[in-house]
């Protein structure tokens, strides 16, 4: 038995062959297994901030607007300054830590870099 490339959309290692397809269990997605080295395929998305600027890894960001932070009764407010952000895959985007509330997830399109 041959052993099946993992699925090049999400990496999914479960691939099943369907005749002369591959298919990902987790995502429904058919490729031709003898093409995928010619595919290329290009995920990683540009997550930018309220002002259109390229965030990466180790920048310094500020809040633009009061944020609720659940389960507390204070909100983070605008013009805080946050140091050293993470950009993560997922609805909040940004992972940091915020002196006075600890570690949390931030949405890019509330933020400005500073």
Known sequence: MTELPPCPKCKCEYTYSNGSLAVCPECFHEWNPEEV???V???TEKIVDAN???LVDGDTVVVIKDLPVKGSSKS???GTKVKNIK???GDHNISCKIEGFGAMGLKSEYVRKA
């Open 76 to 78: 983070v407010k605008a």
């Open 41 to 43: 395929v290009e995920t």
């Open 87 to 89: 950009l993560v895959e």
């Open 37 to 39: 080295e010619t595919e």
């Open 52 to 54: 259109g600027n390229t």
